[in-house]
Nanobody, 117 residues
Framework: QVQLVESGGGLVQPGGSLRLSCAAS????????MSWYRQAPGKERELVAL????????HYTDSVKGRFTISRDNAKATVYLQMNGLKIEDTAVYYC??????????WGQGTQVTASS
């Protein structure tokens, strides 16, 4: 069955960096676009970044452009999110998923990112 396992979150000071990873299994990873979402306390889950199946195309929400970079390694069935210049408002639980989203409504456990002084 499909599994998405996010890791790499943590507590950093504003301006710091983190690299998130998402290990995928149970589907043909190299054929599917992937995404990163985040959900802050009391807010709806929002799309952060997308990457095409081959990795040649990316898209970012305006608030992270120039600071975050999405990438993927199809040989490892893993998608990454490099986050630089973290801001307090980036604090959230971060999730990966397919794009479009999995029709089953499945989400992994996510990884907590906290930017705080």
């Amino acid at each position: 069955q499909v599994q998405l396992v996010e890791s790499g979150g943590g507590l950093v000071q504003p301006g710091g960096s983190l690299r998130l990873s998402c290990a995928a299994s149970g589907f043909t990873f190299s054929s599917i676009a992937m995404s990163w979402y985040r959900q802050a306390p009391g807010k709806e889950r929002e799309l952060v970044a997308l990457i095409s199946s081959a990795g040649s195309g990316t898209h970012y929400t305006d608030s992270v452009k120039g600071r975050f970079t999405i990438s993927r390694d199809n040989a490892k069935a893993t998608v990454y999110l490099q986050m630089n210049g973290l801001k307090i408002e980036d604090t959230a639980v971060y999730y990966c998923n397919t794009h479009p989203l999995l029709p089953t409504g499945y989400w992994g456990q996510g990884t907590q990112v906290t930017a705080s002084s």
